[in-house]
């Protein structure tokens, strides 16, 4: 499984699946994570201000919560993208 990057995958989808309980309600309405890469969750957000909301202010928050419930191996750092 996890030389095809099947291991991966199936963490992406719990991740999915996880992000509006752990980011809450109005921040999973306008983000969604698109990828799990190598440690490295990539999140598309929909507006610029919540963007440096999320970078600047919440992003330890964040990583933290994803830490406890899914391990630190599996996410190392999250990137937010607009668009």
């Known amino acids: ?12 989808s719990e991740i999915i699946e996880a992000w509006g309980k752990i980011v809450g309600d109005f921040i999973a309405a306008h983000s ?9 969750l990539y999140v598309r957000v929909l507006q610029p201000a919540l ?7 919440s992003k ?8 406890q419930r899914f391990g630190g191996k599996i ?5 937010f993208r607009v668009g």
Do not use: N, T
Request: cysteine-free; charged content about 40%; aromatic content about 2%.
């Open 60 to 67: 330890i928050d964040i990583l933290r919560k994803l830490k």
């Open 32 to 40: 969604s994570p698109v990828a799990l890469r190598e440690g490295v």
């Open 1 to 12: 499984m996890q030389r095809l990057g099947l291991k991966e995958r199936l963490h992406e």
């Open 75 to 79: 996410i190392r750092d999250i990137r």
């Open 51 to 57: 963007h440096y909301e999320l970078e600047q202010v």
